[in-house]
């Protein structure tokens, strides 16, 4: 369909189709977005035995129905929402029942997702089976938030790797999501578009003014991971830093933000006061959801302001949006990468030529 070339130095971007084509679409929701992690619920939501916590994955796109449970013994599950028995939804709200009973013909299934009981199907032969169990999706827990695949391509814990080593000495598990200072945002275009963007700093003296002011865009830095990326946000010591302690590589750096990118569409952004996580929803070929969802350290109220990252997003859709209609135009094809400043937006185009493939 199309070829990346690892020479960065030589390469060319995703031609414009790939933003456009809806056939292209449904190709990167079957090989990508049904095989990538998603951020699904706080751990806050099943934080204690015997509960429960519906979810749609994807809802525009993927679709799919997903519990969360903490058992009687305190162990977490995930598993389909859906009843064995002629498929209805099963849960639709979350609650503190014992049992997960389908409203349909009255099917009844434990915590864990096991069978329990069914009337009228006394005569039923070879019944129950696993089958008649509900299906386990694989699932993750880092720092308070779940996260789920349903048909993992890597392990969970071998992406997250670099990021939970290099931020090991920050408390991740003390941070508590704030719902007044979280929102979505819809943005008319593809939502790989919107991941390009945020994958390079090439444009924030063009595009954030006031962004710009807070960082060193001389020392602006970019790591490669294997799924993942880092752009490493150094401050001109006017703004609030990081405490690096003695011995960890950044130590002595004054580190504005570490931006971690998280393939395809997750966007974990670190400050001293906490966490920004963006979560890049495609709802169709050009259209998009970002969420986002504010985590506090629990003595660094005070130090959040939520202003400068609601301007920097309206800059960024402002920007994506009329690229998106740049894109539609017949004389338009692909472009070339910035060796130095491209490295995040080059490093996704391969994965997706990877996962296409
Ligand atoms: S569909 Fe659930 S019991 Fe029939
Ligand atoms: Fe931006």
């Known amino acids: 369909m199309f070829s990346i070339n690892k020479n960065i130095k030589q390469a060319h971007t995703l031609p414009a189709l790939f933003y456009k084509d809806k056939e292209i679409f449904n190709e990167v929701v079957e090989k990508i977005f049904s095989r990538s992690w998603h951020y699904a619920i706080d751990s806050e939501k099943i934080k204690s035995n015997i509960s429960i916590a519906p979810l749609n994955l994807l809802p ?83 720092a308070g938030m779940l996260f789920t695949s349903l048909n993992p391509a890597v392990s969970f814990k071998e992406m997250i790797r670099p990021i939970q080593e290099r931020l090991s000495f920050l408390p ?87 931006y971690y990118w998280l393939f395809p569409n997750i966007m974990l952004n670190f400050y001293p006061w906490g966490l920004s996580l963006n979560v890049v929803e495609p709802t169709s070929h050009n259209t998009t959801k970002i969420r986002f969802r504010t985590y506090l350290y629990p003595e660094q109220n005070a130090n959040f302001e939520d202003a400068p990252i609601d301007q920097t997003e309206m800059e960024d859709e402002w920007v994506v949006e009329r690229v998106q209609k740049g894109i539609q135009s017949k004389m338009y094809k692909r472009g070339r990468f910035s060796p130095s400043m491209e490295q995040g937006v080059h490093h996704f185009h391969l994965l997706i030529q990877e996962f296409l493939a």
């Open 172 to 258: 991740l598990d003390t941070m508590i999501f704030d719902a007044s200072k979280s929102k979505d945002y819809h943005v008319n275009a593809n939502w790989a578009l919107y991941c390009d963007n945020y994958l390079e700093g090439l444009h924030i003296p063009f595009v954030h003014p006031a962004l710009n002011a807070n960082l060193d865009f001389e020392n602006y830095a970019y790591e490669i991971y294997p799924y993942c990326n880092l752009q490493l946000g150094i401050g001109n010591g006017g703004a609030d830093s990081f405490d690096i302690p003695k011995g960890h590589q950044d130590f002595g750096k004054d580190i504005y933000a570490y």
């Open 60 to 142: 525009e796109v993927l679709d799919e129905p997903i519990l969360f449970t903490r058992d009687k013994h305190g162990e977490a599950h995930c598993l389909s929402n859906v009843c064995t028995h002629r498929g209805m939804i099963l849960v639709e709200e979350g609650s503190k029942s014992r049992i997960i009973s389908c409203k349909y013909h009255g099917r009844c299934f434990r915590l864990d997702g096991s069978f329990k009981s069914m009337p009228a199907f006394e005569q039923a032969e070879g019944f129950p089976c696993d089958d008649d169990n509900l299906p386990h999706v694989p699932f993750e827990e880092w």
